[in-house]
């Protein structure tokens, strides 16, 4: 294959794969949204399908040095790319899971992991993302477009600090024909270094700022596997459990879960209730309900006064469990 050859084939190609950067990148943010993740906020820099220029094409397939190809057009996997940018490694993770989640649309070939590439070589401080290609399972029809399996989507995931490294430096190391000088390449491995240290505080630090009593007396887990054998169902989690226990985080004592599991079981009426309420209610189907009828029976003042929901779902919830919402 020579240059025109390559060309011409691109440009019949191009939309196809625009279409199946568009399709990849449109079904990881609708997956992450089901998964109540706000990809407006997620993502620290708008990901976008990226279409490879003609001549950086016609460049890495024929002039890259020490890159040698039998069928260039094929082998290149960056013809489109999406890069997304998160703020933690713990959010890198998710991505990894958002793509394996959708086996069913692709298949995913993880070619570059610096997690795994840190264990290979632990004294090294490198260039660090997360490569995957993603080819179409089968043919597929998008927009009015036919999608080849061979069509490849090159996703790459980076941390905020990683891409600003990235940006800064990839060009200039990795790419450049030029042969760099030794400090050069030692400052960058500093400077990674510096970056990867970071990362792991700022994952203490988010870790520190989300723990709360919560989660170190462990009412979330402990309630969910008493509304699991209880109820007989998985218990769910919406922006209203979320925002209850945020508000209640201060008042949660040690050994209280334990008696709002004491109190659920003396009261077979309450399960048949939430049993019953729970497919036509979402509050009914999250576990921290037992927590709300407590807090109603026994923290009345402070329920009353720091209920983050509406009055009239309080008033409902109080009902349920025969309690008035007037002053005593």
């Known amino acids: 294959m020579n240059v025109e050859q390559l060309t011409s084939i691109w440009e019949q190609e191009k939309p196809q794969y625009e279409a199946w950067g568009n399709f990849v990148l449109e079904n990881i943010t609708s997956h992450l949204n089901s998964k109540d993740i706000d990809c407006d906020v997620f993502f620290k820099v708008p990901p976008k399908p990226r279409l490879k220029g003609d001549f950086s094409l016609v460049e890495k ?3 890259r040095e020490g890159k040698t ?6 082998e290149i996997e960056d013809k489109v790319g999406v890069r997304f940018v998160v703020l933690l490694i713990k959010h890198v993770d998710v991505l990894r899971t958002a793509i394996e989640d959708l086996n069913s649309l692709w298949t995913a070939d993880l070619c570059r992991d610096y997690e795994q590439e840190r264990l290979i070589r632990p004294l090294e401080f490198s260039y660090q993302s997360c490569h995957f290609v993603l080819r179409p399972i089968s043919d ?3 927009n009015g477009l036919l999608v080849s399996s ?4 090159e996703v790459q995931v980076r941390t905020l600090l990683q891409h600003a490294h990235a940006e800064l430096t990839h060009d200039l190391l990795y790419k450049s024909k ?5 400090e050069v390449q030692r400052v960058s491995a500093r400077s990674m270094a510096l970056i990867e240290t970071t990362d792991d505080f700022f994952v203490t630090v988010d870790e ?12 979330n887990s402990k309630l969910d596997n008493f509304y699991r054998t209880y109820i007989g169902e998985e218990p769910e989690v919406f922006s209203s459990s979320v925002a209850v226990w945020d508000y209640f985080d201060s008042y949660l004592e040690e050994g209280q879960v334990e008696k709002i599991i004491q109190t659920a079981i003396s009261n077979d009426f309450l399960i048949n209730l939430i049993q019953k309420k729970r497919t036509s209610e979402p509050f009914y189907r999250q576990s ?3 927590f709300a009828y407590w807090m109603l029976q026994f923290r009345k003042t402070t329920m009353i006064r720091e209920w983050p929901l509406s009055r009239d779902f309080l008033a409902t919830l109080a009902a349920d469990v025969g309690v008035s919402l007037g002053v005593d």
């Not at 061979?150 to 989507?153: A, Q, R, V």
């Not at 030029?178 to 030794?182: G, T, Y």
């Open 140 to 142: 597929i029809e998008i």
């Open 61 to 63: 397939a024929f002039y």
């Open 288 to 290: 921290v309900v037992f």
């Open 208 to 219: 520190k700022v989300n723990m709360g009593a919560v989660d170190e007396l462990k009412f």
């Open 69 to 74: 190809y039998s069928d260039p057009y094929n």
């Open 178 to 182: 030029k042969k760099q000088k030794p």
């Open 150 to 153: 061979k069509t490849t989507c």
